[in-house]
């Protein structure tokens, strides 16, 4: 096989304009007239508003090229596209290969006949994807799947017609790679691993479909390389029966297999495998592909609350901690290697172990698998499709059959892939969204199509492609056909009436969900970040520009109700900021702690949502930029394997250990029962051990008649979970709402030094402070803790890596450290 890329330098132009301009492909046109500064930043204050004529408007793109020598030998040659966005016209040398409309496909057409040996023209018009969905909303309206009317008319990514974090952006351009392949006498067109395990070793079984062109004896080669470097092969002659393509079926044991598991339960072994076509001693193609070896199931078991929805891998129950993913960029395109894996790694970190690819983004592409395989992140996967009714005939089904067919066997080798579900929030958009109506009957077709995709052609799909993955109706869904998709018994679980609903925090307490994979509160993006699209005088929570990067119809005005419930009015925007970070964290803290505690009946939470795909004030942990939100430090203690919580109602505290692990764990939880300035009313000492995967009650405290009076505002309860001298959790509950503790200033004192070139902070309070937040003016860093409780007199080293160039005075000066006391005094 001979592969000649089509990246480079491409031009495009508005259709109509006459000036070619450079462009990037893979690409699109906002960038490309970003980069060139005839568009302002979409980003930067309401310029979203001033780019709309974009994708009003028809774009061309042309590259000429001259074709490899090399590559005009080969008999097939293809010109392979990998993604384009949508609505595409594909021509080579005049000659039209195709209309495209569907950004989830590749195209292939042979070209082998167009192709010249001199100069070659490709060209690729692109029609304004606005102008096609308003002519067929016109025709029949479908409601909801972004906030332009319309979208569901076209297999484009939902969240790019705006959605309650993003902007309206509708990209248009070759999103994906684009080449040319050449090949003699066949290719591999689809390889097919599957695993079994049985009796301590596995069994990888390959099946390679070819499509041939010409007679020739082949042969299929099977490499396997385990991760110690051991070689293991196998080959077959490739059979050809009538009427289909000829296959190759290969097998190959594996003896003492190093499995692959979830981030928290063990390595990420990957094993390459890499599939050969050969004639002769030609090669004629090949693929590799990392593959990890385990089992995956998701048991669906009769028991006292209904039915359980537990994910379990390599027969361990695996209690789901991560967060819903959404696309990274509103123009995917631009989104970097190491932002992505930054993003991947920051959830590692948080000790998550599955991420949701909500229905309303992208089927992400290999790199993002590749990433989930290797830090143990279980995918659960949507289909592309969210919120809106999606049109019944027979061109769309199609479309979507062929999409599905090639996303799933694009994506089935990874080890990471946990789950194929329909959609997001359809079916309960048909049940309690008002969408049906038993009187109109083409109402009542589009919820025929509904049932048809999400109930026939999509679960045929994964169980003829995929057979070895679950596949889920809808999220949320009970499973059977509009019966209670968001009830509590069986299945998945969005809980919205906190945030949507005004809720309090508690009302997360009398939730017991099977599996929640939604659920979120809001909070802004840390300064620096509104810094980027907001000038000064904008800084401010009811201001145009804060407003017009708020998506939510609940708005600002609902952070600033539920901050106001918890904690005192902050004297200043800064402080606003930090407090929306502060009110978010431990409202996601509430619900997963208690979650947590009843393991046994709940089997995940995923929170909504990991990140952004522009600066905005939403439900992400970690923002646009990839800073960590106050949320995604608590995450990473919420997650941990050994969670420390007090469950409080009043004065009764109870004192629970979470455990992930899968040994019994002993060590001690120590509690205080402490006054504000330190002093200590009540302590003790318990030593503990928990069963493996369990949550124990530690200790039922009862402070009832204890704390009369002020007292109560001037006293909290301390816990903390020790494992020999190290203090590895510990939780702080209060007997009033924050906004009554007495707090006074807590003086905070801090000294840097520096050890391997890190820096160490050593902090110190006067009396107790409250979240205390660590930040670096003038720098991204992580610290090893965030947004702490700091009691009197207990000094706490806090290390964070220097930036690459500065010295440790440089960071003594640009270290801000606050406290929720700071935040109004
Ligand atoms: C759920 C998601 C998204 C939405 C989020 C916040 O409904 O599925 O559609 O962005 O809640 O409202």
Redesign the pocket.
Known sequence: MIEQSLRGAWQFRRVGASEWLPASVPGGVHTDLLALGRIPDPFVADNEHAVQWVAENDWEYRLIFSTAQSLLREEAIFLVCDGLDTLAEVSLNGQLLGETNNMFRQYRWLVTDILRAGENELYVLFRSPLAFIRARQAERPLRGGGDIPGGPYLRKAPYQWG???GPKLPPIGIWKDIRLEGYAIARLDDVHIRQEHADGQVSLAVTARLEQWREARLRVMLTVVAPDGQVQTAQTVPVACPDRPPTAGLQIILHNPQLWWPNGYGAQPLYEVEVSLWADETLLDHRAFPVGLRTLALRQEADEWGESFQFVVNGVPIFAKGA?W?PADSFPTRVRDEHLEWLIQSAAKAHMNMLRV???GIYPDERFYDLCDRYGLLVWQDFIF??GIYPEDRDFFENVRQEAIENVRRLRHHASLALWCGN??MEEGWVYWQWDDPHDAGNQRLKAAYDRMFHHLLPAIVASEDPDRPYWPS?PSSGIPFDHPNGQQRGDT?Y?DV??GRKPFTAYRQQYPRFMS?F?FQSLPPLATIQTYAPLEEQNITSYIMEHHQR?PAGNGLMVAQMTDLFRLPKDFPSFVYLSMVLQAEGIRYGVEHWRRNCQRVAGTLY??LNDCWPVAS?SSIDYFGRWKALHYLARRFYAPLLLSIEDDGARMNLHLTSDLLQPWSGRVLWRLERLDGQILEQEEVAVTVAPQSNTLVRALDFTGRLTGDESRRTVLIAELWQADELIGHSLATFVPNKHLALVNPRLHWDVEEKDGQARVWLQAASLARFVELSVDGADVVFSDNYFDLSPNRARRVDVPLPSGWTLDRLQVALRVRSLYESYA
């Open positions: 959605w309650d974090w819903n959404i909500w229905g309303g969210a919120c997001n929030e999220s969005h919205w945030w949507h939604e979120g939510s909504w949502q439900w």
